[in-house]
Each structure stands twice: as C-alpha cells, then as structure tokens.
C-alpha cells in the first residue's frame, strides 16, 4: 500500500487549516462561559439556534471564524461529536470534546468543572 502524499496545493494547507480550527476550538472548550464566546465571535445570540443542527452550524462558524480554508470544506459529523474537514476523496476529524458536545446536543449548560491547580 503506498502512502498517501499531497497531490496539490490544497493539500498542502491541510495542516495550517487544522491548526487554525483547532486553536478557535481550544479557546471556545476553555471559556468559563461558552455562550458569550460564541455570541461575541458571531455576533449573535443563543436563541436563535434551537436545535442540534443548528448549534453544531454555529459551532462550526466560529470554529472557522478568520480561518482561510483553502478549499477544504467543513460539516458537523453525524454524531455531533466533532467537525469533518474534507477535500476531494480525503477527510479528517477534529473532535469537539465533551463541552462542545454537550451544548451542540442539549444547548448552554454549567461550564464543565476544572481541576483546581497548585495542589
């Protein structure tokens, strides 16, 4: 079997689109208020989104937000439990994590507990 090697210019941005995606995702699973993160990045607000669908969009949104995609093409997975990134015959997923996850499937929550440092 060989490996798999970029064929294009496209696939040679993967890596950059991935780290940009994944560091908005970091600073959305870290914030103490998930809901104003997400209302300050799009400028919008919580309800209008009702349903898994459409709070997995807004995820995705702001999880591409000043991210240049470079012909890679983003959707929610069907189990709402991350983001696929997809060119031609190539997909990668990017987990969301149970923060994430968990507002996608049942809306705004408690912030998850955080470990206590210095102990």
């Known amino acids: 079997m060989s ?25 959305l699973r870290s914030s103490p208020d998930l809901e104003l993160a997400l209302a300050l990045d799009l400028n919008d607000d919580d309800s209008w989104y009702t349903s898994a669908e459409q709070r997995a ?10 991210v240049d995609l470079h012909g890679w093409t983003l959707a929610p997975t069907p189990d709402w439990n991350g983001l696929a990134i997809s060119h031609g015959e190539y997909t990668v997923s990017l987990m969301l994590g149970a923060h994430l ?9 408690p912030a998850p507990l955080r470990p206590r440092e210095g102990r």
Do not use: C, M
């Open 3 to 27: 490996q798999p090697h970029p064929h294009s210019a496209t696939d040679l941005a993967l890596a950059p689109v991935l780290i940009s995606i994944e560091r908005n995702l970091a600073r």
């Open 57 to 66: 969009q807004r995820v995705l949104k702001s999880a591409t937000r000043d």
């Open 101 to 109: 996850t968990a507002y996608i499937q049942h809306g705004v929550g």
